[in-house]
């Protein structure tokens, strides 16, 4: 996964700021113990089944994305298949891309403004399906370039049920520099194996690896170099020490050599929402969200 440097001084804190997983908000530890309460519990063994899984045992366990969506226009026209990339996220499952680039196909580009243009999708979230131990209800809305590997944990908005969505876009292209200018950037490559996809990624793996180095075990649920030794969840030892080198990583001043990617592009988009009004029908109410 790239090359990490880590050090640790008492000088001020400073390097990239790090990104804490879900398994923090199950549980703490205390003196060498692991407090957290029944519902989490169920949480942990839960994650410990699901983590379990391969990628390909997580797609059939979760749910056909399609069957969410009632439809989809861009600039008027129905959205095609082709046009529709499916992936498995490690921590929000089955996901849709829209107009992700590909070699065999142009990505679809629009010069208007309003609800009517660009793309508009209605979603019917069927809260039936839900475990028991999601504790909302919703979807992760995430805007990023076609060529870009979302990162579905730190970037996007949830968007609620009953609320039509409208997100307006205001495109910022970067171009930085590699060594031996300031900005010391790198091409982070989707396509390149044994790096990391993005920048974000880059600073998972460098927790994991410093994990690795201390506990002889992962925090899968960061979602990289899960082929590595996994940490029990419920395992005090394992757990407890996961925490002293995030502890220990944000005290002192640890850093991670991630740098900007050379390219990257951001939307810096603003979301604005207008609650849906009730349609009158004989059928179970429906609960759908409208994003243009």
């Known amino acids: ?6 050090k640790e001084d008492t000088d001020p804190i400073t390097g ?4 804490i997983s879900e398994r923090r908000n199950l549980y703490y530890c205390q003196n060498g113990t692991i407090k957290n309460d029944k519902t989490n519990q169920e949480k942990i063994d839960y994650l410990m089944a699901y983590y379990a899984m391969d990628e390909k045992e997580r797609h059939i366990f979760g749910m056909n994305p399609l069957m969410f969506m009632e439809s989809c226009t861009f600039n008027g026209k129905f959205c095609s298949l082709a046009q529709l990339n499916f992936f498995t996220d490690f921590r929000y499952g089955n996901c849709i891309t829209f107009n992700k680039k590909k070699q065999y196909m142009e990505t679809l580009r629009t010069s208007e403004i309003g609800p009517g243009s660009g793309l508009n999708v209605y979603l019917n979230l069927y809260k039936f399906y839900y475990q028991a131990i999601q504790h909302t209800l919703g979807i992760k809305l995430i805007i990023h370039d076609p060529t870009e590997v979302p990162s579905t944990e730190d970037d996007g908005v949830f968007v609620g049920p009953g609320f039509e969505v409208l997100a307006s876009l205001k495109q910022t292209i970067n171009i930085r520099l590699p060594k031996p200018y300031q900005d ?12 990391a996809k993005n920048k974000k990624e880059c600073i998972r793996a460098c927790i994991q690896a410093k994990s690795y180095e201390t506990c002889g075990c992962v925090d899968q649920s960061l979602g990289v170099m899960n082929h590595l030794k996994q940490c029990d969840f419920r395992n005090v030892s394992e757990s407890c020490c996961l925490d002293e080198v995030l502890d220990s990583m944000s005290h002192h001043g640890t850093v991670c050599s991630c740098p900007l990617p050379c390219f990257s592009v951001t939307y810096n988009e603003k979301i604005s929402k207008s609650l849906l009004v009730p349609h009158i029908s004989t059928t179970s109410e429906v609960e759908r969200i409208g994003a243009a």
Not at 1 to 6: A, I, Q, S, T, Y
Not at 16 to 19: G, H
Not at 184 to 195: A, I, L, Q, R
């Open 16 to 19: 990239e700021p790090l990104l």
């Open 184 to 195: 010391h950037c790198v091409t982070y490559d989707s396509e390149t194996k044994g790096f």
């Open 1 to 6: 996964m790239g090359e990490f440097n880590v």
